[in-house]
């Protein structure tokens, strides 16, 4: 076995305890200099991002920051030691500065958010990870939406949706995010049209097991809320009090009480008048 300290940075990292033993002793040896590090430990600190991603579905980005902090620390000294697998563990750096941004957004650190996200849009082109790549921009133009910003917002999820090379979900995303968008600009008839050719996407999701962990959220019944927010922007409130009710009603159980779904609550639960 290594010997690292039990709470040192990889320990600190592993906030969900995910890592297996091998897990940890491979990356420990890669941060300690004693071996390459190659994409078993990647796929490894994947997973402690992913099992980080859902502890904060059960508690709070603020719960969880800290620990995915110290995931990014551990995932740049490797990415600066690696070779072989060095544009994947680039790639993998991108993502959780964009996990990053998005956890400063709950205390509306917007600067901290997009200090974060353009970082992970930079580390995504030198990765050519073009979903990763988009992923940034549309996080970046959400972090614009709760700022204010709709100008600025608008240009980043364009810039998103150009991208061919992204899976479904977050195709479906962008459509739902620039349909919101286009509302709070006054621009109902492009707006209405992106709704209809979202609710299309939505239709031929794939099923939630072949979701990637990056974007596990996708399903149906997220993009109800999704939806609810744009025909709420669009003044159709009754609507949009209904699709954000059923959002609630259909999410899994484990979700329903999640930060992230603060908003479809609030929009629930104030009623179909305002």
């Known amino acids: 076995m290594t010997d690292h300290p039990s709470g040192g940075p990889l320990a600190a990292a592993d906030v969900a305890g995910v890592l297996s033993s091998t897990d940890s002793e491979r990356i420990s040896l890669a941060l300690h200099g004693r071996m390459r590090p190659d994409g078993a430990a990647l796929i490894a600190l994947e997973g402690a991002l992913a099992g980080a991603r859902r502890l904060e579905d059960r508690t709070s980005a603020a719960a969880v920051l800290p620990a995915v902090a110290g995931q990014r620390d551990v995932l740049e000294r490797l990415a600066g030691a690696a070779r072989g697998v060095r544009s994947a563990a680039v790639g993998l750096v991108s993502e959780i500065y964009q996990y990053l941004g998005w956890l400063h957004l709950p205390q509306d650190d917007f600067a901290g958010?997009?200090?974060?996200?353009?970082?992970?849009?930079?580390?995504?082109?030198?990765?050519?990870?073009?979903?990763?790549?988009?992923?940034?921009?549309?996080?970046?133009?959400?972090?614009?939406?709760?700022?204010?910003?709709?100008?600025?917002?608008?240009?980043?999820?364009?810039?998103a949706a150009r991208n061919e090379r992204i899976y479904p979900g977050l195709r479906t995303y962008l459509h739902f995010q620039r349909a919101e968008i286009l509302a709070c600009q006054g621009e109902r008839r492009q707006a209405s049209q992106l709704l209809v050719q979202a609710d299309r996407l939505v239709a031929r999701l794939p099923q939630a097991d072949e979701l990637p962990e990056s974007g596990y959220w996708y399903v149906p019944a997220f993009f109800l809320g999704e939806r609810a927010f744009v025909l709420d922007a669009l003044g159709e409130t009754a609507a949009a009090h209904e699709s954000a009710t059923a959002c609630l009603s259909e999410l899994p159980t484990e979700w329903r009480d999640t930060e992230w779904a603060s908003e479809r609550r609030a929009l629930a639960e104030k009623g179909p008048q305002r």
């Open 113 to 159: 958010a997009l200090h974060h996200l353009k970082r992970a849009a930079l580390l995504a082109l030198e990765a050519d990870d073009p979903v990763r790549l988009a992923t940034a921009l549309s996080f970046r133009a959400y972090a614009h939406q709760r700022s204010g910003d709709s100008r600025q917002a608008a240009t980043l999820a364009t810039a």
